[in-house]
């Protein structure tokens, strides 16, 4: 069983930077692909960002490409998620979540989940 805890949300300006960290526990996090969701007031959870087991591959949503950068540490069992230029917008719970080798955009796939951290961006 995978534990996921997201940390690094906040509250910042828009046009600032957050680095979101997502630490895991319990498994072999190496043979793990990572996800970036999230989830704005009143709307669904969204595909953000993804990154393969064997960070040949990564996914983004258009809406945050060329702002939002994941990345993995297999040493600290640790993805992040760089975000620059922050937008209202971008206002949302995050969350990562983890399923064995290949990432993919759909939140169906994914078999372990964190519990969230808060981004607010005001503009």
């Known amino acids: 069983q995978v534990q996921l805890v997201e940390s690094g949300g906040g509250l910042v300006q828009a046009g600032g930077s957050l680095r979101l960290s997502c630490a895991a526990s319990g498994g072999t996090f190496s043979i793990y692909a990572m996800g970036w969701f999230r989830q704005a007031p009143g709307k669904e959870r969204v595909f953000v960002t993804a990154?393969?087991?064997?960070?040949?591959?990564?996914y983004t949503a258009d809406s945050v490409k060329g702002r939002f950068t994941i990345s993995r540490d297999n040493a600290k069992n640790t993805v992040y998620l760089q975000m620059n230029s922050l937008k209202p917008e971008d206002t949302a719970v995050y969350y990562c979540a983890a399923r064995r080798y290949y990432a993919t955009t759909n939140g169906y796939e994914y078999d372990y989940w964190g519990h969230g951290t808060q981004v607010t961006v005001s503009s």
């Open positions: 990154i393969s087991w064997n960070d040949r591959n990564t």
